[in-house]
């Protein structure tokens, strides 16, 4: 639906919201249009391809956002990452096990600066985690 890339987009200059599902973009896309949101464009496909493509093209971001599955990140995604060396690295997570697993290869190049839980499930085992990273220097 575009909410973490609309939320983003006023201290951005440009945002690329990229999803599997069409639906999901599509909303985005119509969420973007009744928000006023000029600076925000939504991409339909697999983040390992899209961005992947994206990077080989000399696609270059300053911040990558995150929030996958709870299956994590794909490798070819990791990858990517690593290779386009974005400033800063946030990653949104509903899985603290599949976090822990992708932050150890980010780690390469990312320094961890704050992991911050969220209890958005009261009275459950699930919590989500908001991680922010930057780039080794």
């Not at 925000?40 to 995150?66: I, N, Y």
């Not at 290869?105 to 704050?114: A, G, Q």
Request: glycine fraction near 4%.
């Amino acid at each position: 639906m575009g909410t973490i890339a609309l939320w983003l987009a006023p201290r951005a200059k440009e945002v690329i919201g990229i999803d599997i599902i069409p639906e999901a973009i599509e909303n985005a896309k119509d969420n973007a249009r009744r928000s006023g949101v000029q600076n925000a464009r939504f991409v339909t496909g697999p983040a390992e391809k899209v961005l992947v493509d994206m990077v080989k093209q000399g696609f270059r971001p300053d911040v990558v956002v995150v929030d996958p599955p709870r299956s994590g990140l794909d490798p070819k995604l990791l990858q990517a990452i690593l290779e386009a060396e974005p400033q800063r690295f946030v990653y949104v997570s509903c899985n603290p096990p599949t976090l822990a697993k992708d932050s150890q290869v980010l780690m390469k190049k990312y320094e961890i600066r704050n992991i911050q839980p969220i209890d958005m499930f009261p009275q459950t085992a699930h919590v989500e985690c908001v991680v922010s990273t930057h780039l080794r220097k």
